[in-house]
């Protein structure tokens, strides 16, 4: 973050529909969902070092703190909502939900942070066969593209590594997240397309950070998303 550290990070955008946080307090919530509660190496030691960054910043406006949250479970939107529910306790300002799956900067915080909206997200390589990534818009998948401006904003992301200003919270209805039939078939949709339904309606933005995002690594794929 250079010489500021984190006294810039954290504050809203003029005009933003997501309120202001009160105070100069900054309280991020890692919460890590999994189905196994098992990470691998690789993310431990990713998240450690961001974890280490994080605490080592200077943020003079005020108090900054951060900590680490996990829980596993067959139901992901219920894991969710309980990590949800745990931040909320522990007074968080922001939380960062990320999978164990991925690889990403010691400031991955710094940045998401900086960025100032309600809601950021990092793009990734989810399938490596059909060349799917996280982000849509229009039901078609967004791929990286060396022109495209540091933040876009899209329709929805897959929950890989998005960071919640704690506010919308208050202005979304439960369920956050949850699985919904299609149609009169067997299958169901992804959880978190329920989510970002919800912020279209609210006109909460879901921005991807496109600059971060070719730093991360898929850890399934074994290769960096772009």
Same mark, same amino acid.
């Not at 809203?12 to 997501?18: A, C, K, P, R």
């Not at 699985?179 to 169901?188: K, R, S």
């Not at 730093?215 to 772009?226: D, M, P, V």
């Given at each position: ?22 105070? #100069? %307090? ?5 919460? !890590? ?10 993310? %431990? ?27 596993? $479970? ?12 745990? %931040? ?6 922001h939380i960062l939900m990320i999978s ?5 900067? &010691? ?6 942070? &900086? ?5 950021? %997200? ?37 929950? $890989? ?35 970002? #339904? ?8 879901? !921005?991807?950070d496109h600059e971060l995002s070719q ?6 794929? $074994?290769?960096?998303?772009?």
């Open positions: 973050m250079g010489p500021k550290g984190l006294e810039e990070v954290g504050k809203q955008l003029t005009g933003e529909t997501v309120p202001h946080l009160a105070g #100069n %307090a900054l309280r991020v919530a890692v919460c !890590v969902p999994s189905h196994t509660g098992y990470w691998p190496a690789k993310f %431990a030691g990713a998240l450690s070092n961001m974890v280490i960054h994080f605490q080592r910043s200077n943020y003079d406006a005020g108090e900054h703190d951060i900590t680490v949250m996990s829980k596993s $479970g067959p139901v992901m939107p219920e894991v969710r909502h309980r990590l949800i529910g745990d %931040a909320l306790a522990w007074d968080a300002t164990p799956e991925l690889t990403f900067p &010691a400031d991955s915080i710094h940045r998401m942070l &900086a960025r100032g909206r309600g809601v950021v %997200a990092v793009n990734y390589l989810k399938n490596f066969i059909s060349q799917e990534f996280a982000a849509y818009r229009l039901n078609e998948s967004v791929r990286p593209d060396p022109v495209l401006p540091e933040v876009e904003e899209v329709d929805g992301v897959s929950i $890989g590594m998005v960071l919640f200003c704690i506010p919308i919270f208050d202005i979304l209805e439960l369920p956050y997240f949850r699985h919904d039939q299609v149609d009169d078939t067997p299958g169901f949709t992804e959880d978190h397309i329920h989510f970002w #339904n919800q912020c279209k309606e609210k006109e909460i933005p879901c !921005v991807i730093e991360i690594q898929s850890l399934h794929h $074994g290769e960096l998303w772009h």
